[in-house]
């Protein structure tokens, strides 16, 4: 089974930003450890923070993977394109933050890419991707 993950803006600097948030991992250690524990997937990991990028990987990844999980990041609020795209592509794909959106600012309960998803993970904090993959098992 093939499951990407992709990373919108910022989400390269987990372990250094906002660690009161987001923690003090960086997203590539724990990536290592989804492959640990997660040996018989194939999984992928992209980051971007260029909005077109995680359009045109959507499109990649969109008719080949079995599953795709999108943190889009800030872009989740604001980026029509990619709630297009997530709704464009044939691969399911499963929304996730790490923070929980919804008692943080109110700009950040709207996002443009819950209406194309298959579902969505909100608040586990780096957890959230683990669960996400188990819902794709
Ligand atoms: C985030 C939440 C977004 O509002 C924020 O812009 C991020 C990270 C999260 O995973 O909690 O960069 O997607």
């Known amino acids: 089974m093939k499951i990407a993950i992709i990373n919108g803006p910022n989400l390269n600097l987990l372990g250094k930003r906002e660690t ?3 923690g003090d991992q960086s997203f590539q250690d724990y990536f290592s450890e ?3 524990k997660f040996t018989e997937l194939e999984l992928t990991f992209f980051q971007s923070n260029i909005e077109g990028e995680l359009i045109d990987k959507l499109q990649e990844f969109g008719f080949d993977y079995d599953g795709i999980i ?3 990041a ?3 609020h604001t980026s029509v394109g990619i ?3 997530v709704k464009g592509i044939e691969t399911p794909v499963v929304e996730v933050h790490i923070s929980n959106t919804f008692n943080r ?3 950040r309960h709207l996002s443009y890419v819950s209406p194309g998803a298959k579902g969505i993970i909100v608040g586990f904090g780096l957890r959230s991707y683990e669960l996400a993959i188990q ?3």
């Open 20 to 22: 009161n948030i987001y």
């Open 83 to 85: 709630g297009d795209a």
């Open 105 to 107: 600012e109110t700009y």
């Open 74 to 76: 800030a872009y989740t």
């Open 70 to 72: 999108l943190n889009a």
């Open 34 to 36: 989804l492959q640990f």
């Open 135 to 137: 819902s794709f098992l």
